[in-house]
T-cell receptor
Framework: SQTIHQWPATLVQPVGSPLSLECTVEGTSNPNLYWYRQAAGRGLQLLFYSVGIGQISSEVPQNLSASRPQDRQFILSSKKLLLSDSGFYLC????????????FGQGTRLTVV | GENVEQHPSTLSVQEGDSAVIKCTYSDSASNYFPWYKQELGKRPQLIIDIRSNVGEKKDQRIAVTLNKTAKHFSLHITETQPEDSAVYFCAAIALSGGYNKLIFGAGTRLAVHP
C-alpha cells in the first residue's frame, strides 16, 4: 500500500532563517506531488505541484521554492523566512495519469517568530 | 483557471439533523470532485468523491450530488453525530498544461451539537 511521510511535524523558525520541509512517498511510482499551505482557519492553497523529477510548477509567487530530486521525494524550501510564511504545510500525492484521489501527509505546522 | 466556491463557511446543527454543504466550480472541463474531512490539527482525509459521469453517489450517511450543467456539487450528511464535527473541503480537478491538479474550496466548519 502507498504511504506518504512528511517531516517535521512542527517547526519554529526565526525570521530570516532558511527552511527545508521534506516529503516522501512509498509504494507507488511516478506520482503527482503537491505542496499546499493552510493558514489558520483557512482553506488549502496550492503552492507547487510536480508531475516528474525536476518538473515543478509554481502556483503563487512567493518566498518559497520546491524541488523534486527523486521520483518520490518533494522538498519545500525557503532561503529567508518571513512572518507571513507561518502556516500548516501539507504535502500530497496522487497517481500519475489518474484523476484526483489526492492523499495528504501529516502536515508541518510552521511558526515563524 | 479553476475557481471553487464553497458555502457556508460555518454550519451548526443538532445531532441527528442533516447537513448540506454546497460548492460551485468554474472550469466546465472538470470531471472529478472529491470531498475531504479535516479534524483539528490533522491532515485532510478523503471521505467521498464523484466523477462527472454520475449525478449522485452515496456511502452510508454521506452522499454527494453533482449538477454539471449548473457546475455545482453538494455534500449531504444525514443523521449527524458529534464525531462529524470537522472542517469539510470540496475540490475540483483543474487541467493545467495537460496535467491535473486539485483546487480546493475555502472549507466549511461543521459543528454538531449533542
Amino acid at each position: 500500500s502507498q504511504t506518504i511521510h512528511q517531516w517535521p511535524a512542527t517547526l519554529v523558525q526565526p525570521v530570516g532563517s532558511p527552511l527545508s520541509l521534506e516529503c516522501t512517498v512509498e509504494g507507488t511510482s511516478n506520482p503527482n506531488l503537491y505542496w499546499y499551505r493552510q493558514a489558520a482557519g483557512r482553506g488549502l492553497q496550492l503552492l507547487f505541484y510536480s508531475v516528474g523529477i525536476g518538473q515543478i510548477s509554481s502556483e503563487v509567487p512567493q518566498n518559497l521554492s520546491a524541488s523534486r530530486p527523486q521520483d518520490r521525494q518533494f522538498i519545500l524550501s525557503s532561503k529567508k523566512l518571513l512572518l507571513s510564511d507561518s502556516g500548516f504545510y501539507l504535502c500530497a500525492w496522487s497517481p500519475q495519469g489518474g484523476i484526483g484521489k489526492a492523499f495528504f501527509g501529516q502536515g508541518t505546522r510552521l511558526t515563524v517568530v | 483557471g479553476e475557481n471553487v466556491e464553497q458555502h457556508p463557511s460555518t454550519l451548526s446543527v443538532q445531532e441527528g439533523d442533516s447537513a448540506v454543504i454546497k460548492c460551485t466550480y468554474s472550469d466546465s472541463a472538470s470531471n472529478y470532485f472529491p470531498w475531504y474531512k479535516q479534524e483539528l490539527g490533522k491532515r485532510p482525509q478523503l471521505i467521498i468523491d464523484i466523477r462527472s459521469n454520475v449525478g449522485e453517489k452515496k456511502d452510508q450517511r454521506i452522499a454527494v450530488t453533482l449538477n454539471k450543467t449548473a457546475k455545482h456539487f453538494s455534500l449531504h450528511i444525514t443523521e449527524t453525530q458529534p464525531e462529524d464535527s470537522a472542517v469539510y473541503f470540496c475540490a475540483a480537478i483543474a487541467l493545467s498544461g495537460g496535467y491535473n491538479k486539485l483546487i480546493f474550496g475555502a472549507g466549511t466548519r461543521l459543528a454538531v451539537h449533542p
